[in-house]
């Protein structure tokens, strides 16, 4: 599997631009697809995914934060989140959570792009199927390589020499194939420097959706349903590939 290009978008409309572009592609996007049922059935809100999400989208930001506040507030030490079904095998972040990292505002302002370009979500969402839109979570490959080690950091302060050799050692992992999907990642020198260089990480962690999109064409090319996703996913929270 070979890297041809990183392509930048300083804006979400430049990206949204970009997703209704007439291409066909299997992509795999760093951010929430759904809610934890438990939340959207105690906030009363629809469980069918799609009316989910147009009242979700609907929201403001500070309506969202104050909703999943007093959900939280209202639940014991310990247990203030509700998690999807998938939270657990690929060690994510709730799709609730506001804060560090914020994926409940990921989600409000990525899915509706996606919606907008008319892609398909295998299992939640039937759209263009030229066009495949599947959750990834790059945290969960670059714990395989690295556990607990940390390979970014937005704060400047925090780039420090560990994350750099860090982010050198999941690079040399990915390129070998040395990660349970088995897929090998071709990179230029030019390539393999940028992925090095970028602190924030952005550009390795897109890498490592890549692979993840690639792993779920794979599935899909040997003839598994939903791209490798479980068929039994809950259509409402949706599911991260290859957890």
């Given at each position: ?78 247990g ?24 409940a ?18 299992g ?120």
């Open positions: 599997m070979q890297l041809t290009r990183l392509e930048h978008f300083a804006t979400l409309a430049a990206f949204s631009d970009w997703l209704k572009k007439p291409l066909a592609w299997v992509g795999a996007f760093d951010f929430p697809f759904g809610l934890p049922r438990e939340l959207v059935q105690t906030l009363g809100w629809p469980t069918d995914w799609a009316a989910c999400m147009t009242h979700y989208t609907s929201l403001s930001r500070d309506h969202i934060r104050l909703a999943f506040a007093a959900f939280c507030n209202a639940r014991p030490v310990g203030k989140f509700a998690h999807r079904a998938t939270d657990g095998p690929a060690g994510s972040s709730p799709s609730m959570k506001w804060v560090n990292p914020p994926v505002f990921m989600l409000h302002a990525g899915v509706p792009l996606l919606l907008q370009a008319g892609v398909t979500l295998p939640l969402h039937a759209g263009n199927h030229q066009k495949i839109a599947l959750e990834a979570y790059p945290g969960m490959l670059a714990r395989e390589v690295l556990g607990q080690r940390s390979y970014k950091a937005d704060d400047k302060a925090r780039q420090t020499p560990e994350r750099l050799i860090a982010r050198k050692d999941l690079i040399t992992a990915l390129e070998q194939g040395n990660t349970r999907l088995g897929l090998r990642l071709k990179l230029s020198h030019a390539q393999r420097d940028a992925l090095v260089d970028d602190a924030r990480g952005d550009a390795l962690d897109a890498a490592l959706c890549l692979i993840q999109a690639a792993w779920a064409q794979t599935q899909h090319d040997a003839g598994a349903a939903l791209y490798g996703l479980p068929i039994d996913l809950d259509p409402l929270e949706g599911w991260i590939v290859s957890a």
